[in-house]
């Protein structure tokens, strides 16, 4: 597993450059529905694969990390677009609330499906859920937020992106606050896997996933609330 989170942040490294250059041809809010809709496509194709032994399954482990980093980065990026400082005070608390009650939502329907189909057909399900959601962001008006409201460089400005976070004290420290908070919980996800991986059968596992996170993502959003 260790490796498999590497694996996981070297290719997200990777794609970055590619993810950048997909913005200058194409709107925001298409890019990341084009971005659904390619991780719906291959989610199906893990579909058909996932039956191809242990490599598939670290295969298809990498990829929801890939999938989960790159669309909530283009999420963000569209945000941004269209709130300035002033009005993401106010909404994006409820944008974050939104999210732990599709997680919690989610994990909920995860643990009634499994109730009459194995764990492998939930990726059927994955893969009309992105579509589903892939549709949405192409409703969004082009709306973007007033020019005044932008403090950092342009994308096409001299300064490139790590010089903007060394010339940014704010950032900087957003960027080590980011950095440390994903080893943490990194560590303790892998930990609290092995863990339950030891303790729980391989085929309880399923509903075992599903109604623990329910119960957290639940919590969480009482916590927040």
Known sequence: MPWVYLG???ISFALFGWQKQGLEFLRKRQWLSLNLFIGALITLGFWAWTQGGSASLYAFYIWTTLLITLATGHFFVLLGDRFHVGQAKRVYGLIG???LIGATTGSITSAALLQWMDTRSLLLAASLG???TGIFPLFLSSTQQSPLTKSFPEKNSPMGTWQVFVQQPYLRTLLFIVFLGTV???FVDLTFK???AEKVSPEKLGTTFAGLY???NATALIVQL
């Open 97 to 99: 609330a939104g999210g």
């Open 214 to 216: 329910a119960v957290l």
């Open 184 to 186: 943490t919980v990194t």
């Open 130 to 132: 992105l579509v589903i």
């Open 8 to 10: 996981s942040a070297f």
């Open 194 to 196: 092995t863990v339950l």
